[in-house]
Structures are given as C-alpha cells and as structure tokens.
C-alpha cells in the first residue's frame, strides 16, 4: 500500500545544488511520520543525512552537511524534500528516502519503509 516515489538526482557539480523530492502515498497520517534521507556511498554504510519531525518543527543533520543542507515537508502535498547545497565530490552516493515509524523518528531500527534510493553523483 505505500509507496515512496522519489526523484531529483541526477549529475551535478562539484559546488552545484539539488533537490530530491520524496512523495508519499498509502502511509496513512503523514504528519505522525518523522521524514530522513539516508544515503550510501560505494563502500560504505549507509547513513542519515538529514530528518525532519513530523510537524516540522525539528531538523536534524549529518556533521558533514549541516549548515549547507535543508530538508522541509509539505505535509499537504505528504512530500519531503531535501535541498543539498555546495555538494562535494564525496557526496556522491545513493540517496534513500526513509519514513520514521513516529514523529521523531530517525534510527535504523525505527524505519517504517525505505524508498527505492535515488544516485546523486557530485563531478570534480
């Protein structure tokens, strides 16, 4: 029944920007649902990037990219985006929308559905 369809990557420079977009269908209460961006690098675990409260009301980011990143929602249109700002070459990675199992949710292990993960890939 639910069904994360994201879109926004693609290639971008070393300093560019971008915005992925999450939209969400069938999760029932969007508000109640906490909203994160993880992402994996080649290698690498995958991690949180960023996430927003179920309100909007709360944000938090990886070290690596506060300050240069926001993520918001539009809980009308049960749409989350993250805007990445000033990207880096080591950016590059997959990135997964991720639906909280409640409003402030953001662990591995309170992950209710993972998108389908959408490549940014960060040129030199």
């Known amino acids: 029944q639910v069904q994360l369809v994201e879109s926004g990557g693609g290639s971008v420079q070393t300093g560019g920007s971008l915005t992925l977009s999450c939209a969400a269908s069938?999760?029932?209460?969007?508000?109640?649902?906490?909203m994160n961006w993880y992402r994996q690098a080649p290698g690498k675990e995958r991690e949180l990037v960023a996430g927003?409260?179920?309100?909007?009301?709360?944000?938090w980011f990886a070290d690596s990219v506060k300050g240069r990143w926001t993520i918001s929602r539009d809980n009308a249109k049960e749409t989350a985006y993250l805007q990445m700002n000033g990207v880096m070459p080591e950016e590059t990675a997959v990135y997964y929308c991720?639906?909280?199992?409640?409003?402030?949710?953001?662990?591995?292990?309170?992950?209710?559905?993972w998108g389908e993960g959408t490549l940014v890939t960060v040129s030199s």
């Open positions: 991720a639906v909280g199992t409640s409003y402030l949710a953001r662990d591995p292990w309170a992950i209710a559905y």
């Open positions: 069938g999760l029932g209460t969007f508000v109640n649902h906490a």
């Open positions: 927003i409260s179920g309100s909007g009301s709360v944000t």
